[in-house]
Nanobody, 115 residues
Framework: QVQLVESGGGLVQSGGSLRLSCAASGFIFSTNNMAWYRQAPGKQREWVATIRSSHRTSYTDSVNDRFTISRDNAENTVYLQMNSLKPEDTAVYYC?????????WGQGTQVTVSS
């Protein structure tokens, strides 16, 4: 079955960095677009970044130039490198893909940025 397992979240001070990982299984990873979303307390889940199977990337404006999404098809893993973190980046971060016509989400990993 399709599984997405995130890791790498934690508590970091403003201006710090974290790298999130999402280990994928149960589908042909190299042919799938992969994305990161986040949900802050009391807010709707929002899209953060996407990396296509072509490795082309896109970002929401608020993280552009600070976050980098990448993928390792040999390891079936997608990453989110987060630099210059701000308190407003505090959220649960989710890995997302569409496989076999269905949407799949990971369990999420908490990122907390202190001021």
């Amino acid at each position: 079955q399709v599984q997405l397992v995130e890791s790498g979240g934690g508590l970091v001070q403003s201006g710090g960095s974290l790298r999130l990982s999402c280990a994928a299984s149960g589908f042909i990873f190299s042919t799938n677009n992969m994305a990161w979303y986040r949900q802050a307390p009391g807010k709707q889940r929002e899209w953060v970044a996407t990396i296509r199977s072509s490795h082309r990337t896109s970002y929401t404006d608020s993280v552009n130039d600070r976050f980098t999404i990448s993928r390792d098809n040999a390891e079936n893993t997608v990453y989110l490198q987060m630099n210059s973190l701000k308190p407003e980046d505090t959220a649960v971060y989710y890995c997302y893909t569409v496989a076999y016509g269905d949407e799949y989400w990971g369990q999420g990993t908490q990122v907390t940025v202190s001021s």
